[in-house]
């Protein structure tokens, strides 16, 4: 989930940036535009740090199983055809 503090933070900068009759509504405008950012921000299909790091680990074992896989099956192959032309050669 999204950081509250961040979410405070973005929107007071907002508020800095604000033409000074718009900041003279005070807190209210400030309020509002948390609410609006906690709003939108929540729609969004975002994953935190700690959640990215795990996946990305994840997919470096993955990839990394993977590329034994198929060294394993490039072996077995290799020995396979191997075996099959012995056979041809006794035949």
Do not use: C, W, Y
Request: aromatic share 4%; proline share 2%.
């Amino acid at each position: 989930m999204l950081d509250p503090k961040k979410i405070e933070q973005i929107a007071r900068q907002f508020h800095n940036v604000m033409p000074k009759g718009v900041k003279e509504f005070g807190d209210d405008v400030e309020k509002k535009l948390r609410t609006v950012l906690q709003s939108q921000l929540s729609k969004l299909d975002l994953v935190n740090r700690e959640e990215f790091d795990i996946q990305t680990q994840v997919l470096l074992r993955t990839r990394e199983k993977l590329a034994a896989m198929e060294q394993r099956l490039n072996e077995l192959e290799a020995r396979l055809e191997g075996d099959d032309k012995k056979n041809q050669q006794v035949e």
